[in-house]
């Protein structure tokens, strides 16, 4: 079962323009969402994440906004570069300790900028 | 965060061998992690590293499949045995400092190909 789900699946946007990616999940449990950049030949870094008692974090031109009662968020790349050109994942994590603790991701969102 | 190494980069395996691949921290952490993720996918958590102790494997997963031993707060290994072509994958190696803490930090990742 798919507890978060991701979508585009790819995206196209011109240099200078606003990426945009969404992620909806099903737990309420999950109290951090964090997003992933991956680049090629690399493993995914953590780029930005929000807890649910905020709706908007930013960092840079990097924006997570973030619906409670409609179970969804996004990640809003203002000003999208070249370099920016990457797979982006959304992921969720519920609350306690130990190993019980796990990340589920979304299935990724390849973004390419154009010049 | 974390600076996480990882050996072999990429490996080029036949089939019916095994490849054990290592991750190894700058500083001790509490929690370990091997994901697996196919080309074009996402990430798919393999099993938790426990030190001292039989690592939690998720479901899907066996031990005897992917052994995983974890000697001390900075060090695990992932073994692949009796590879086949399906198992062409990469494996990740992710920390987190603390157990239920939120950032997970990954390491570069294994490439491996079985033929």
């Known amino acids: 079962q798919q507890q978060v789900k991701q979508s585009p699946q790819s995206l196209i946007v011109q240099k200078g323009g606003i990426s945009i990616i969404n992620c909806a999940y099903e737990?309420?449990?999950?109290?951090?969402f964090p997003w992933y950049q991956q680049f090629p030949g690399k493993g995914p870094a953590l780029l930005i994440a929000?807890?649910?008692?905020?709706s908007e974090k930013k960092e840079g031109r990097f924006t997570i906004s973030f619906n409670k009662s409609a179970k969804q968020f996004s990640l809003h790349i203002m000003d999208s570069q070249p370099g920016d050109s990457a797979t982006y994942f959304c992921?969720?994590?519920?609350?306690?300790?130990?190993?019980?603790?796990?990340?589920?991701f979304g299935t990724g969102t390849r973004l390419q900028v154009t010049l | 965060s974390a600076v996480i190494s990882q050996k072999p980069s990429r490996d080029i395996c036949q089939r019916g061998t095994s490849l054990t691949i290592q991750c190894q921290v700058d500083s001790q952490v509490t929690m370990m992690f091997w994901y697996r993720q196919q080309p074009g996918q996402s990430l798919t958590l393999i099993a938790t590293a426990n030190q001292g102790s039989e690592a939690t494997y998720e479901s899907g997963f066996v031990i005897d499949k992917f052994p995983i031993s974890r000697p001390n707060l900075t060090f695990s290994t992932l073994t692949v045995s009796n590879m086949s072509p399906e198992d062409s994958s990469i494996y990740l190696c992710?920390?987190?400092?603390?157990?239920?803490?939120?950032?997970?930090?990954f390491g570069p990742g294994t490439r491996l190909t079985v033929t």
């Open positions: 929000i807890r649910p008692d905020v």
């Open positions: 992710s920390v987190a400092r603390l157990a239920g803490a939120y950032e997970q930090y």
């Open positions: 737990n309420t449990a999950f109290d951090y």
């Open positions: 992921a969720a994590f519920p609350p306690g300790a130990g190993t019980a603790s796990k990340l589920t």
